[in-house]
């Protein structure tokens, strides 16, 4: 009778994992060094990444209007925070159209 796809991934599985297994309880000490080097050798190659001044500037192309706003944004307003808040209040409250959700008031602002 045929396997079914799950079957033949269980076994396939199965199969790695067992012979995974072996090899690590006859060869412990083999194993742990060749991890070891591994990792190392992983983590020497993480070591030499070139690293940027600005990050946001590698993924953008050049002269993007974005990064042209954030740095005149960064010009006018010298905040370490990140953070920028404004306030709008309407000129006149005691009159009639004291609603700064106005069409009117938005051309203004």
Same mark, same amino acid.
């Given at each position: 009778?045929? *396997?079914?796809?799950?079957?033949?991934?269980?076994?396939? $599985?199965?199969? &790695?994992?067992?012979? /995974?297994? @072996? @090899?690590?309880?006859?060869?412990?000490?083999?194993?742990? /060094? @060749?991890?070891?080097?591994?990792? $190392?050798?992983?983590?020497?190659?993480?070591?030499?990444?070139?690293?940027?001044?600005?990050?946001?500037?590698? /993924?953008?192309? !050049?002269?993007?209007?974005?990064? $042209?706003?954030?740095?005149?944004?960064?010009?006018?307003?010298?905040? !370490?925070?990140?953070?920028?808040? $404004?306030?709008?209040? &309407? !000129?006149?409250?005691?009159?009639?159209?004291?609603? @700064? +959700?106005?069409?009117?008031?938005? *051309?203004? +602002?």
């Amino acid at each position: 009778m045929p *396997k079914s796809c799950q079957e033949k991934v269980e076994t396939t $599985l199965s199969n &790695v994992f067992g012979s /995974w297994g @072996i @090899i690590v309880a006859v060869n412990p000490c083999r194993v742990f /060094w @060749i991890s070891l080097l591994v990792f $190392l050798a992983l983590c020497g190659g993480m070591s030499q990444q070139a690293a940027f001044p600005d990050e946001s500037e590698i /993924w953008t192309p !050049k002269n993007n209007p974005s990064i $042209l706003a954030n740095r005149r944004q960064q010009e006018m307003f010298p905040s !370490k925070g990140g953070f920028i808040g $404004l306030m709008f209040e &309407v !000129k006149d409250p005691e009159s009639t159209d004291s609603s @700064i +959700i106005s069409i009117d008031a938005f *051309k203004e +602002i």
